[in-house]
């Protein structure tokens, strides 16, 4: 059974950091694009970031753009997201997913793994 497992969600002020984390069980993801996305209360769940198979090729969403970063571990089947200057704004629950095909995650299409979620919340 594939697994996608975030963590390292919770509460920080406005401009502080956070790391999130996701580990990936069931299959390996090295030839697999992962990504996160997020979700705010009353919102639709909004593409944050993804990271090519290599690691080679990322996309962020502008609303984060220079703030954060996505790398990821092919050994440990992990990817992560380091979160910086962050904002009220960026409150949501965190998911991280995977797809085979980085252009088609950017757009939210062709997502095959889906984590169950973790909330960050920015105090301001």
């Known amino acids: 059974q594939v697994q996608l497992v975030e963590s390292g969600g919770g509460l920080v002020q406005a401009g502080g950091s956070l790391r999130l984390s996701c580990a990936a069980s069931?299959?390996?993801?090295?030839?697999?694009?992962l990504g996160w996305f997020r979700q705010a209360p009353g919102k639709e769940r909004e593409f944050v970031a993804v990271?090519?198979?290599?690691?080679?090729?990322?996309y962020y969403a502008d609303s984060v753009k220079g703030r954060f970063t996505i790398s990821k571990d092919n050994a440990k089947n992990q990817v992560f997201l380091q979160m910086n200057s962050l904002k009220p704004e960026d409150t949501a629950t965190y998911y991280c997913?995977?797809?085979?095909?980085?252009?088609?995650?950017?757009?939210?299409?062709?997502?095959?793994?889906w984590g169950q979620g973790t909330q960050v919340t920015v105090s301001s």
């Open positions: 997913a995977g797809g085979p095909v980085i252009l088609y995650l950017r757009a939210s299409r062709g997502i095959q793994y």
């Open positions: 069931g299959r390996t993801f090295s030839d697999y694009a």
């Open positions: 990271i090519g198979w290599s690691g080679g090729i990322t």
